[in-house]
């Protein structure tokens, strides 16, 4: 039984945030909405860091596959979703919750799409140079979607309203559960560890067998899908999307929690996206500092402790045991 | 045709801007290898310092014949952003040095947020118009065509930054040491070069042109405002990357070409069929372009890692 | 499969500068056969021409039957050919035990899909993993060391787990950059046996490339010299070492027979 338990931990958590959810109704409704938004940043920082932080791919884009699964999940629900649910029985939470899941995969799997698309040449570049194409991705889909027709799908410049608030507190947790259960199974079983071996030393890594720009594409792919189904679960809470909001400044704030959590570590990263959304809130009314102080968290963290606040410590501690 | 040649010669303008920013970026990735990020910031600081250079100089100005103003405010600006330069470059860069390329890149990106909201948080969000240091008026031209005075001070301008840069490059001990810096830094220094020093000297410069490039941009576009420096700056960047990164005459060869090239395809935009909206990203299309078939760019020569 | 080496008339340009020219020769199977020449001969880049982090110009490399150039180094791995660096490429953020495990991927029978639902095949193939890997840490001295960053090792012992790492990918033959350099000669000694234990027990060829005369002279069956990348004499040690070419090459070869000042 103690062999399972790593899946044991999961099926707990997806317990519990069933259990929160069934009671979120006395939840206040301002900090609930802090909570969705702390498991869904959970959620991007988690995927970034296996491809930043394990991998040592410097991806700037990142909000552009946030974007691709918010509009994929999006139209899904917008034009289809009433199918959908006469197809799973009518109203009622069962239709709801399949129709959702539904969109959100679809969503995701477009944005996994993109990552593959854009991963397999843009990965054999240099790091500096990575981080400038992936920067230029995030701005052309940004660009891409602003000049779509106004009426049309996507929506334009002023993008999509009246989306289903599908979100609530299970969605976000089991998505955020599974995402960090599968990324840090993944990183430390021994296929995992080519992510790192990549990371370390690339000509090492080539040189031991290991394909290293299948690993780079296939961490950047899971990064995506799992910014997708971050987007699409923003998306339906939020409610309104548009392309200014995931812009180059959406996937530095992503960037910097990796980078505060520590690159590498997923434990960090978590508590680094706690940190930071809840610090967002309170800056929320000084709006001018907020980008001041990340920008100085940036540069403070990067000349005093560029291991991060929580760096990955479980490399040498108990390891042998995948 | 005559529509052509117009779209051409504007283009023509904007590249020239873009390649003295173009040129900063290839002379920082020359001597240390590294994207610096904040390099568009400077750009819209000088700007602003041109602004409020010439509000503070007004009086001085008035009496002044209007290329001596606009030289005293070129100048001025110049110097002053070349030493911001050198004070982030100290401050925030040098201190990893010896750190992975991509801590520093961070730490560009962090620098280069800081000083646009710092900017934003001091000069206000909202767009000011730059003052006319050039006089308005047209040069004339064949039929239809029209070059304004403002164009083509623009253009003479940034020729005799860029022709001036090759002098310091080409003929002096200075711009001998940033050669051999860029070079092989450990046998530049083992030659007596001061890296640190020839380092700095790279980032004023740089930064010099970028100020430079955003009083002359300031006086084509007469609408300045803090955020102003990201479009330009990527485009530059892409421009560096296309003549081949640390190669100074490739970076004003692919400053001249993104211009020419944004130009046509804006002006264009409706016989292609595409919204005009599309020109911010034409330069992101020639960067995956340029990376995936040669990306040592134009000039540039293939680095390759010793194992 | 026969495990045979072939170099036939290799020559890689880089723009102007032929780093190797027109090289010829063979490693057979279980052959200790040495690589030696001045500095900038060409010899790392011999290296990897066969592993093909470079291509060859002109000429053919094959191993087995398989031609070495138009495959990645991964690929070149999985054929059966490993290697050592010339400057400790260790995967630095990982424990020893990791360094090895890491290369064993290439031979893991479990995909990612296993990784995540990680069933009883996957943990099967984890446990024999381990033990393939502590048994072979065993052999090598470094089993109590399994948990350590390899950053902490001693230096030769860093050159040792290199070793132990590219061995672990079941190659057929083994490159060895320079593998004693920076050893004082009591390392030398326990490397030059090393180097014959692992020949003799995994049954392997070893290429080898090292500047000490010593080391070379002492384990090495045939040994291929190579002057600005032309192979200038091949033969055994006692031909090499009274080789005219050779002597001259290396300007006082007197002087190198004594212990090198390592620098």
């Not at chain 3, 290369?103 to 095949?121: D, S, Y």
Request: charged share 15%.
């Amino acid at each position: 039984m103690k062999h399972y338990h790593p899946q044991l931990c999961l099926l707990a958590a997806l317990a519990a945030s069933l259990g929160v959810s069934l009671c979120s109704g006395n939840l206040d409704e301002y900090y609930l909405d802090i909570l969705l938004n702390i498991g869904i940043n959970i959620i991007l920082a988690v995927s970034l860091n296996l491809v930043n932080g394990y991998t040592g791919q410097f991806s700037l884009g990142h909000a552009a596959f946030m974007a691709v699964g918010a509009y994929g999940s999006s139209i899904v629900t917008l034009q289809m979703g009433k199918a959908l649910l006469v197809v799973f029985g009518g109203a009622g939470w069962v239709a709801e919750g399949a129709t959702f899941c539904i969109a959100l995969i679809i969503g995701a799997s477009c944005a996994a799409l993109l990552g593959w698309l854009v991963g397999m040449p843009s990965l054999r570049l240099r790091g500096d140079y990575l981080a400038i194409v992936t920067l230029g991705f995030n701005e052309i889909i940004r660009v891409v979607l602003t000049n779509t027709a106004g009426d049309g799908p996507f929506g334009g410049a002023l993008g999509l309203k009246s989306i289903e608030p599908y979100t609530n507190f299970f969605w976000v947790f089991a998505v955020a559960a599974i995402a960090i259960y599968s990324i840090s199974m993944l990183v430390r079983s021994t296929y995992g560890r080519g992510f790192l071996a990549v990371r370390d030393d690339e000509i090492a890594a080539g040189s031991m067998g290991i394909p290293v720009v299948r690993y780079k594409v296939i961490a950047f792919v899971i990064g995506a899908f799992y910014a997708g189904l971050a987007g699409g679960l923003f998306a339906h809470l939020r409610t309104t999307i548009a392309p200014d909001g995931f812009n180059f400044l959406k996937s530095v704030d992503v960037v910097v929690m990796v980078i505060l959590g520590g690159m590498g570590s997923t434990v960090g990263v978590v508590v680094a996206a706690v940190v930071l959304t809840v610090l967002n809130e309170f800056l929320r009314d000084f709006e001018q500092y907020r980008m001041i102080v990340f920008a100085l968290i940036l540069i403070i963290m990067m000349i005093v402790r560029p291991q991060g606040l929580l760096p990955a410590g479980f490399s040498w501690k108990g390891n042998r045991r995948a | 045709m005559e529509q052509f040649i117009q779209q051409l010669l504007n283009g023509l303008f904007l590249g020239s801007i873009y390649a003295l920013i173009a040129l900063g970026y290839t002379m920082v990735y020359g001597v240390l290898r590294f994207i610096n990020f904040a390099h568009g910031d400077i750009f819209m600081l000088g700007a602003y310092t041109g602004l409020y250079l010439s509000k503070a100089l007004s009086p001085l100005l008035a009496v002044l014949p209007w290329p001596f103003g606009i030289a005293l405010v070129l100048l001025l600006s110049m110097l002053l952003c070349a030493g911001l330069g050198i004070a982030i470059e100290f401050l925030a860069y040098r201190p990893l040095r010896d750190k992975p390329r991509l801590n520093v890149l961070i730490t560009a990106i962090g620098v280069s947020l800081l000083i646009e909201y710092t900017a934003q948080l001091f000069f206000g969000a909202t767009q000011r118009p730059f003052p006319t240091l050039i006089p308005a008026g047209n040069v004339g031209g064949i039929g239809a065509l029209n070059v304004t005075q403002t164009q083509l001070i623009v253009l003479i301008t940034a020729l005799a930054l860029m022709f001036g840069l090759r002098q310091v490059v080409m003929n002096t001990r200075m711009g001998l040491a940033m050669r051999a810096l860029s070079l092989n830094p450990t046998a530049s220094a083992l030659m007596g070069v001061n890296n640190s020093v020839v380092i700095s000297f790279t980032f004023g410069l740089g930064s010099a042109l970028a100020a430079a490039g955003g009083i002359l941009y300031a006086s084509l576009y007469p609408s300045i405002e803090p955020f102003m420096g990201i479009l330009p700056g990527l485009k530059a960047f892409v421009a560096a990357v296309l003549g081949g990164i640390g190669n100074i005459p490739g970076a004003a060869l692919g400053g001249l070409i993104i211009g020419i090239t944004e130009t046509l395809v804006a002006g264009y935009s409706q016989n292609i069929g595409i919204p005009s909206g599309y020109r911010d990203a034409v330069a992101f299309v020639i960067l995956i372009l340029i990376l995936l078939f040669k990306p040592s760019g134009l000039l540039g020569k293939v680095e390759r890692e010793k194992v | 499969m026969s495990a045979t080496l072939k170099l036939d008339n290799v020559t890689i340009q880089f723009g102007g500068l032929r780093a190797v020219g027109d090289l010829s020769f063979i490693v057979n199977p279980g052959e200790l056969i040495g690589l030696i020449g001045p500095n900038g001969a060409g010899k790392t880049t011999v290296f990897n021409l066969i592993t093909g982090v470079y291509q060859p110009t002109v000429g053919s490399i094959e191993f087995g039957c398989v031609s070495v150039p138009g495959h990645r180094p991964h690929q070149i791995t999985r054929l059966g050919i490993a290697r050592t660096f010339q400057n400790i490429r260790l995967f630095a953020s990982l424990s020893v035990f990791d360094n090895v495990r890491a290369a064993r991927i290439m031979h893991l029978q479990h995909g990612i899909t296993h990784a995540l639902v990680r069933g009883p095949a996957f943990r099967d193939e984890e446990t024999t993993l381990r033990y393939e890997i502590l048994d072979l840490l065993d052999i090598f001295k470094l089993r109590d060391q399994a948990d350590t960053p390899c950053k902490s090792l001693c230096y030769g012992d860093q050159r040792r787990l290199e070793i132990i790492r590219a061995l672990a990918t079941r190659p057929k033959l083994l490159l060895l950059d320079e593998p004693a350099a920076g050893m004082n000669p009591t390392e030398k000694e326990e490397l030059m046996h090393l180097i014959r234990f692992i020949r003799d027990k995994f049954q392997i060829g070893i290429l080898l490339v090292e500047h000490d005369m010593k080391v070379v002279m002492g384990i090495c069956e045939r040994i291929v010299v190579l002057e600005y990348g032309i192979k200038i004499a091949e033969g055994t040690p006692d031909e090499i070492q009274r080789d005219p070419k050779v002597i001259a090459a290396y300007l006082g070869s007197e002087a190198k027979k004594e212990e090198p000042l390592d620098a």
